[in-house]
């Protein structure tokens, strides 16, 4: 099946209130010009550099969207390129974009990613720590907290996936009805991979991040 033809089929099962971002890392731009061509604007990438590269030479109405691990050494590389960074795991991080973005004069969209994953790897808050930190958080000026990311295990027990995913959207929940009541910009739930957005889009995901599922194996 071709770039397009996958991206027919993911459509067709999106609800109008999700949002679909087509994660090119590591795809070459003749990939990424055909998921443009057959309409989409949103693309997803993990690595600065390659995010850098892509945004200079592909049409500037491309929206990108930061999805990775982000070192603080490293926003100033893509403070101006990503339209919303999904991946705020720290503190630090968080001061270091609204540092680089009030350098810049602009207010960033970012999401807190929350660690739902059984894995110990994946990164992100606890519930416990963000609660700790969301005062500190909320009054970073130059950066606009959308919603909530979050990465299920990566297991084939559609049961522990679904579970994560409902933590997630407990999480968003609270932190809406606490923190963010007056915000009409905290709105955003970015769960789903290309294994299991179907799930996550039955869980009340706003935004799925698919990169195999539109371009093939990496
Ligand atoms: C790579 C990646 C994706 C896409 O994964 P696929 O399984 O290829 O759909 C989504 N989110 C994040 C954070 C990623 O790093």
Known sequence: MTISAHIEEIKKELPPSTRLVAVS????????????????????ENRPQEMQMKAQTLPSDIKWHFIGHLQTNKVKMIIDKACLIHSIDSVKLAQEIDRQASLRSITKDCLLQIHIAMEETKQGFTSAEIRESIDLLKSLKNIRICGVMGMASYVSETGQIRKEFTTLKSEFDFLKENFFSDSECFKEISMGMSGDYRIAIEEGSTIVRIGTGIFGVR
């Open 25 to 44: 890392k590591f795809k070459p731009a003749e990939d990424i010009m055909e998921a443009y061509n057959s309409g989409l604007r949103e693309f997803g």
